[in-house]
């Protein structure tokens, strides 16, 4: 079947049965999205209408699933949901967004009631994991059905016996490793590939389980969960928390995210030094590819971390430096790689089972706007590069005499 995405899906017809009644309808988009959507998420059709002429809902078609996927949150719903079309219609909500703290003491004190459970925060990409028309699927962070990911997560561990008792559950993680495509992170327990667990949500509501819960039935399906790091008292926990992200930043980790054991209230991330200055060194690798306020951020993050901490004259010089390293250094030698006339780029490496899995990885990351060629492939192994164009085109004029 042949969709493109644009004006033609207006009179693409899709078959759908009713939620409620059972019943076979067929119908196109623009209707289902003013008669049927609207029900379904709770939100006026005269909303969802306006949003899918803005472009914020769009129709997407991927792996043979039809769908609707949210560009952007609309009213309660959050931006990467998907609403696809099988012989039921499924809505996957979109993950929530994680508020950060810079302060833990008073924030965590303001936030939570009594106690937070302190669970790692894994450094690699956000993956949702559902059953759609019974085949185990894998969704990105803005709704993307990745074949790389959908692939590679049944062969990480053993989804079967989960899915076969609990159909109506999103598996929500985190896929690490060094052989990942989109945020590589060496964790010595991954290596190469792994996917960790964070959180079990319904479909449709995206109502999560209780932080025990959680761990309790990622345990009898022998599924990997993140690390539970501690529960504490929320009078306790700024500085225990505090404690923990030292020491996982010495161990080149990412950090925390804080959550209400009872999951009802939103859970909060924070972040070491290590983490900051390990983002800002990739980034000025490729400065142009990135908005000013990804790097604003990073350097606020440190600046309130040092106050913080109330650090001693020496680990303030040690931040300092870790901080202005990650900044200059990585920016010299990109102006430098590109002033030989060599284009900003970086490798990927992955390993599928075919050329055409590989072939059909590097399209799906075109569809996401990512500029990558297949750069080789033997015995399974796929190296991708991808191309950082405006890195290249904008320092090679400003190397040319071209003013900022
Ligand atoms: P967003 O909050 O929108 O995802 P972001 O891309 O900046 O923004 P991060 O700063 O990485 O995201 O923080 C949130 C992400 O952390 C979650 O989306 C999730 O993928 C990841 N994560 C890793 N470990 C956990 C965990 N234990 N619990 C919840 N999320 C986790
Ligand atoms: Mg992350």
Redesign the pocket.
């Known amino acids: 079947m042949e969709i493109n995405i644009g004006k033609k899906n207006s009179h693409k017809i899709f078959f759908f049965k009713c939620p409620s009644c059972g019943l076979s309808y067929s119908t196109t988009l623009p209707s289902f999205i003013k008669n049927e959507l609207p029900e379904l998420v709770d939100i006026s059709s005269k909303k969802l209408e306006g949003a899918f002429k803005r472009g914020n809902l769009k129709f997407y078609d991927s792996q043979g699933v039809d769908s609707i996927q949210f560009r952007k949150r609309i009213g309660k719903i959050e931006s990467g949901t998907m609403i696809c079309f099988g012989d039921k219609i499924e809505v996957i909500r979109g993950?929530?967004?994680?508020?950060?703290t810079l302060m833990l003491n008073p924030s965590l004190k303001d936030h939570f009631s009594d106690e937070v459970a302190v669970?790692?925060?894994?450094?690699?990409?956000?993956?949702r994991i559902a059953l759609i028309n019974h085949k185990i699927t894998a969704f990105t962070?803005g709704g993307y059905i990745c074949p790389y990911t959908t692939k590679k997560a049944p062969e990480l561990m053993d989804l079967t016996d989960f899915f076969r008792d609990n159909p109506e559950t999103v598996i929500?993680?985190?896929m690490v490793g060094t052989e990942n495509p989109y945020v590589t992170h060496y964790y010595p327990e991954v290596g190469s590939l792994g996917f960790?667990i964070?959180?079990l949500r319904e479909k449709v509501s995206n109502h999560p389980l209780t932080v025990d819960e959680k761990f309790e039935t990622l345990e009898k399906y022998g599924l990997p969960p993140?690390k539970l790091l501690g529960v504490f008292d929320v009078e306790d926990a700024p500085e225990k928390v505090m404690n923990i992200v030292k020491k996982l930043g010495e161990a080149d980790r990412?950090g925390?995210?804080m959550?209400d054991p009872e999951m009802k209230i939103t859970?909060l991330?924070y972040?070491s030094s290590k983490a900051h200055a390990d983002e800002l060194e990739y980034a000025f690798r490729y400065p142009f590819e990135f908005g000013r306020s990804f790097f604003f951020s990073r350097v606020i993050r440190e600046g309130f971390q040092a106050y913080e901490l109330d650090e001693s004259e020496f680990e303030l010089k040690q931040r300092a430096k870790r901080l202005g390293e990650s900044i200059l250094y990585p920016m010299l030698d990109v102006i430098k790689h590109v002033s030989r006339g060599d284009v900003a780029s970086e490798d990927l490496v992955i390993h599928v089972d075919s050329y055409d899995d590989a072939a059909d990885f590097v399209r799906h990351l075109r569809d996401l706007g990512v500029v990558a060629t297949l750069l080789e492939f033997e015995d399974g192994k796929a190296v991708i590069r991808r191309i950082h164009q405006s890195t290249s085109d904008r320092i090679t004029n400003y190397l040319r005499g071209g003013l900022y």
């Open positions: 993950f929530p967004k994680i508020r950060r669970e790692e925060k894994m450094n690699g990409y956000n993956v962070r929500c993680g985190e960790k964070f959180d993140v990412e925390v995210v959550k859970p991330k972040t």
